[in-house]
């Protein structure tokens, strides 16, 4: 679990996001999908995101993973102040430091596992060798080393996500964002998913969930409720049920 | 952040394996475009072959003297003062045979006439002119000799004859020594003529040809309609050209009255109009070209709104634009790249075909066909590609993922 012993060496703050705006256009309205949203995250740390359906919780992931720009505000990552990037440095950002788990998978279909794990280190131009070695042992610790020849169509829900765990790893990011990563599977793998995710954090990674399910939600060590585009609520307290 | 080489292809070739109708269909789309421009150059090429061919067969290092100024235009303009041109006479093709470098000279009258032999009667061209005339044209006989040596102004009244022209007059009969009547007039049978096939300008097979003093008389002119000049050799043919004109210009009191031209200024002209015509279908299979091009780029933007969930993940795990970019352009340049070369394979296909069913026809595509044609196939698909990979490149990641 995330909870053992605290380490004794001062936390970095990992995000760091301070009076964020996103607003969107649709006709002739201005939607404001985050509304003054400041938030900080120390490394380590296990965060849930809840809250109901267009509070803006997916918009937040979002603009914490560079896969969208705020429409005012500043988000510094790791004490770095990323807003200003530019497009490349960006992707550069989300190829080492960021990792993404979709409630979809999108693992490319047309791959098998191993190829899809890989697709971000042969992004980053890591050499054909190193990757076959890093990608098996990541699958081999997930427990997928017999299925790394499979297409995503050939395993279940909650393999797939586990292909798709290995790929946001693969990199070794310091913060992983999490979309509704059980929304698909069954109660089982579910299961299954958020205890790999967990051990994840035990090793040091920071992670951000969105959920929509409490059970899932209220096993984090930090818990966020947005409501309306704004942070309703931020309770640090530990976890009901952490067994 | 440098994506390898290999990784590229690899990553375009399976895109193209994980659609494969699609791919296919792509594939035979530049393949057709391909493989029609190879097949018509080789046409175009196969018709320049086989007419200057032919010119050869009508003889090689040829000076041809024509009565009459040509100027430009092919205007006369003694004409237009009523000033009609010297005729060229035998005693000019005589005269013109008093040179080192020239091997042999035949004039030569054309005319139509009637031949008969017994009840059977038809109309056909006959020709006037000497024993040079044979070698002259790379004639061969099939049966008797041709027009004897003899004093060029002597009408003997002997006469050649096509095969066609033998089997209509003869039947199964016997034809050598044989009496024909050519208009008013008798001539014995001393040779046929072996069918050369189709020549320009005149059927071997159709044809009589008759001593030149014969046909004058038979047509009633002094005139010639040509004298043929062979060179020695093609080094020749200028220093030939010069003395024809020279000694024509003298015998007709200075004036430059004839046209001389040469074989080559003839071929070089055809040379140039089945050049031409070989650019100009090359082009209009080169259309087809242009639309498998524009296929690729319709087939390109499906394929990007079918994989925009995938797009927008490159993003997500750090694909830059140009990344994207290059992946797309890569599948694209293999698409044309494979199916430029099947094209290639139908086109050399379709040139055997061609050679098979007209022999006559040396139908070869050109090789810097072959080789600019790969080239435009791969320049177009990038070309056109660029258009749906910048918009695939300018995707939102988020509402891609949020795709289906």
Known sequence: ?243 | MTLHSRDVMGFATKALLGYPVRTGLMLVAMAIGVGSVLVLTALGEGARGYVTGEFASLGTNMVIVLPGRSETGGMNPGAMFGDTPRDLTLGDASALERSPRVQRVAPLNVGSVSVSYGARSRDVVMLGSTHALLPIRHWRMAQGRFLPLSDIDRALPVAVLGENLRDELFAAEPALGQWIRIADRRFRVIGILASSGQSIGVDTAETIIVPVAAAQQLLNTQSLFRILVEARSREGIEPVKGFVENTIAARHQGERDVTVTTQDAVLSTFDEILSALTIAVGGIAGISLAVAGILIMNVMLVAISERTAEIGLLKAIGATSRQIILFILVEASLLALFGALIGLALGHAGAWAIRLGFPTLPAYPPWWVVFTVVLVAVLTAVIFSLFPARSAAKLNPVLALSRR
Do not use: W
């Open chain 1, 1 to 243: 679990m995330a909870f053992g012993l605290k380490p004794l060496k001062p936390r970095i703050r990992m995000i760091d996001i301070s009076h964020i705006d996103r607003h969107f256009r649709v006709g002739d309205q201005q939607v404001k999908a985050l509304d003054d949203v400041s938030l900080c995250i120390d490394e380590g740390e296990y965060v849930s995101i809840m809250g109901p359906s267009g509070s803006g919780k997916s918009t937040l992931l979002n603009l914490l993973g560079l896969l969208d720009q705020p429409t005012a505000g500043r988000y510094r990552l790791n004490g770095q102040d990323v807003t200003s990037l530019s497009d490349i440095e960006q992707a550069h950002v989300r190829n080492r430091d960021i990792g993404f788990v979709f409630q979809m998978f999108h693992l490319v279909p047309r791959l098998t596992a191993a190829e899809n794990v890989e697709l971000p280190l042969m992004l980053a131009g890591v050499q054909a060798e190193e990757r076959q070695i890093r990608v098996q042992s990541a699958l081999e610790a997930l427990g997928m080393e017999d299925r790394s020849h499979h297409r995503p169509e050939q395993l279940s829900g909650g393999q797939r996500q586990r292909v798709a765990i290995a790929r946001a790893t693969i990199t070794e990011p310091k913060v992983l964002l999490a979309d509704e990563p059980t929304g698909n599977l069954d109660r089982q793998s579910g299961g299954d998913v958020i205890e790999i995710l967990e051990s994840l954090v035990d090793r040091g990674l920071t992670l951000l969930m969105v959920t929509h399910d409490p059970m899932m939600g209220n096993r984090a060590s930090r818990q966020l409720k947005m409501l309306d585009g704004r942070m309703a609520q931020d309770n640090r307290a530990a976890p009901n049920d952490s067994a």
